[in-house]
């Protein structure tokens, strides 16, 4: 049996890997005051139709339906679904966490601000290739009820400070801001891009084609060279913001240049999900990193529209997301990558069977004075123990023989040094502890 094309299976490195990223997010996060929140992998498909939108390739293409039996009969029959059975894996965090803040009523007119991090699986049926499955992994933060730019400028602060904590250096990164405008200036630009992919139809790939008449800002995103260059040449949103969006987005600026966090603003950073308003940024490697066209360590933006649309008052919100497979290459490119297992305080050796008993009883109580101990499983000869002792970084060998056990006493081994010391059983933990 084979895992699934386009996932992979999470252990040893991969999976230490993993947990010392959601450490060290809790950690950063945590000092902003975000708590963790954990929704379901799945979630009623509207929810994803509603906050991600309809007309993207996520939800069009790419989104994974989640049926039982008897829902899928019923969509095999013709028969529609009710709500509450139409239901869809997640592939993304943002929606999900929105409406469990408007369900639990996290987010209200006069309330704090709502400061949410999840990390877990997300789900998307798209062409694997490198640093992008099916099944990948994400970690994010979600700030609900801010509205001011100081907002924008310390979500971003925030997840530079996360990278650089797993060890990425600052030059290594690049970090691309844009504002996408809101309701106001928005859909005039919306237009005059559509009108632009019109006229230079005859250049652009179908799909940029496509795009045109359901999300015509999409183009930006296109993969394809040649429409990359010929989008190039399309109408700018700097030109058309608001005086409200424009003053926003400069403030932004003015707290990063405040705190010494520098960047590149890209007209054509776009984010391909409909909820985006205004401020929208992503962190990028560069090239040094290896990670080729999929660059992206991490993004996000504004969504002040989202709450309302899952059915909340209306309420501001910002946040982000950043992947784990990818984060993990730039980390192996630059050696940042700890993945080594725990080292052994304490292994357990036994020279025959006799001494089995005690032995267990011995590393049970290490394991209960907080050591990390472990004995054989295998009925291996003493020798073989203390091989595995070395393999497994113990500190000390725990040796229980027949007139050891006799006396009362075991023999603790340094495993550097080979130096030997005869203890009381009794006293064992408590020796190794103290040393």
């Not at 590393?363 to 020798?383: E, P, T, W, Y």
Request: net charge negative; glycine share 10%; with cysteine.
């Amino acid at each position: 049996m084979q895992a699934p094309k386009g996932t992979e299976d999470l252990f040893g490195e991969g999976a230490r890997a993993w947990d010392a990223m959601q450490q060290t997010a809790r950690e950063v996060f945590g000092r902003y005051g975000y708590e963790m929140a954990e929704t379901p992998t799945f979630e009623m498909r509207e929810v994803f139709e509603r906050g991600i939108g309809e007309a993207t390739d996520v939800v069009s293409k790419e989104m994974f339906r989640a049926l039982s039996g008897d829902a899928f009969e019923k969509v095999a029959a013709g028969t529609p679904l009710k709500s509450a059975q139409d239901l869809a894996l997640r592939p993304e965090g943002t929606a999900g966490i929105v409406r469990c803040a408007v369900q639990n009523g996290l987010v209200t007119p006069d309330g704090p601000v709502a400061k949410l991090m999840y990390a877990g699986p997300m789900f998307r049926g798209e062409r694997p290739q490198k640093g992008r499955l099916r099944q990948f992994h994400q970690i994010g933060a979600e700030c609900l009820g801010a509205a001011e730019p100081t907002a924008d400028a310390e979500m971003i602060v925030m997840l530079i400070e996360f990278f650089e904590a797993m060890g990425i250096p600052r030059d290594a990164m690049r970090l691309l801001i844009n504002s996408m405008g809101d309701d106001a200036c928005r859909p005039a630009y919306r237009e005059t891009v559509r009108a632009y992919i019109h006229e230079h139809s005859d250049e652009l790939c179908e799909e940029c084609n496509r795009r045109a008449d359901i999300n015509p800002l999409r183009a930006f995103d296109c993969k394809n060279d040649r429409c990359a260059e010929v989008m190039e040449g399309a109408p700018k949103i700097s030109d058309a913001l608001c005086d409200d969006c424009r003053e926003h987005y400069e403030a932004v600026k003015r707290y990063l240049d405040l705190v010494g966090i520098g960047y590149v603003e890209d007209p054509r950073l776009v984010r391909g999900l409909d909820y985006y308003t205004r401020t929208v940024f992503e962190v990028q490697a560069t090239d040094a990193l290896g990670l080729g066209a999929q660059n992206a360590l991490g993004g996000g933006g504004r969504y002040d529209k989202l709450v309302e649309v899952m059915g909340g008052r209306p309420a501001p919100g910002i946040g982000f997301a950043l992947g784990f497979e990818r984060t993990r290459i730039a980390l192996e490119a630059i050696g940042a990558l700890s993945g080594a297992a725990r080292p052994l305080d304490a292994f357990v050796a036994t020279v025959d069977p006799s001494c089995d008993d005690a032995g267990f009883a011995i590393v049970q109580a290490l394991r209960a004075a907080g050591l990390a101990a472990d004995i054989d499983h295998q009925g291996r000869s003493l020798k073989s123990q203390f091989k595995q002792a070395n393999n497994r970084g113990a500190r000390v060998a725990v040796v229980v023989g027949p007139d050891e056990l006799a006396a009362g006493t075991c023999t603790v081994r340094d495993m550097q040094t080979h130096d030997e010391r005869t203890v009381p059983i009794a006293d064992v933990a408590t020796a190794i502890v103290s040393e």
